[in-house]
């Protein structure tokens, strides 16, 4: 039973353009989502992260937002460079509860110059 | 400041070796994480200590799969016998603490299993 999905394997977005990844969710009991970038041959690298207090968090050209009704959070990159094209993965946890992520399966973006 | 260092980089070995992973987190953060990333997934937690302690091992394949933190720093995974479905991606993941500091990821050990 996948808790977190990404439902777009790929994206492919033009540079400059506003890049969309999108995830969902299953368990209500999560109160903490991050996104992480994972470049080839290195681990992933935190991006950015929402808590479920909130539905909208900002950090430069990268923007989260939550919706919980819909259990659904989505990445805006805007603009979209070369240097983002990476793997892209959405993550969610129970903070309380000790803070293990639960991953969805990746959203590879590739932006084209 | 110093990132994970994972080692080694890349193993491969037969099924039905066994094999061993080594970890040492960030200086000072308490808890440690060890994820498996098949090829087209992600990452899916194995396990995670707090100190030298097991907070939780529930997705452990506790059979042939085993690991420890003895003094509260470095940590190994080891497998033993590998099978086929082991070959993924080992990762190695840090943080402050368990309740609220965000995960920081070493570079991975990449396993393939003949």
């Known amino acids: 039973d996948q808790q977190v999905k990404q439902n777009s394997p790929s994206l492919s977005v033009q540079e400059g353009r506003i890049s969309i990844l999108n995830c969902d969710y299953t368990?209500?009991?999560?109160?903490?989502f991050l996104w992480y970038k994972k470049y080839p041959a290195e681990g992933p690298t935190f991006l950015i992260s929402?808590?479920?207090?909130?539905d909208k968090n900002e950090d430069g050209r990268f923007t989260v937002f939550l919706n919980k009704s819909a259990k659904h959070l989505s990445l805006h990159i805007v603009p979209s460079q070369p240097g983002d094209s990476a793997v892209y993965f959405c993550?969610?946890?129970?903070?309380?509860?000790?803070?293990?992520?639960?991953f969805g399966g990746g959203t590879r973006l590739m932006v084209k110059p | 400041e110093a990132g994970v260092a994972q080692s080694p980089r890349y193993k491969i070995i037969e099924k039905r070796q066994s094999v061993a992973f080594w970890c040492n987190p960030i200086?000072?953060?308490?808890?440690l994480y060890w994820y498996q990333q098949i090829l087209g997934q992600g990452p899916k937690l194995l396990i995670q200590f707090q100190n030298n302690g097991v907070v939780d091992d529930s997705q452990l394949p506790k059979d042939r799969f085993s690991a420890e933190r003895l003094k509260g720093v470095d940590s190994t995974l080891k497998i033993q016998p590998a099978k086929l479905e082991d070959s993924a991606v080992y990762l190695c993941?840090?943080?402050?603490?368990?309740?609220?500091?965000?995960?920081?990821f070493g570079p991975g050990t990449r396993l393939t299993v003949l």
């Open positions: 368990n209500s009991m999560f109160d903490y």
């Open positions: 993550a969610a946890s129970v903070r309380w509860a000790g803070n293990m992520l639960t």
């Open positions: 993941a840090s943080s402050i603490d368990r309740l609220t500091d965000t995960q920081y």
């Open positions: 929402i808590s479920s207090i909130k």
């Open positions: 200086s000072g953060h308490a808890t």
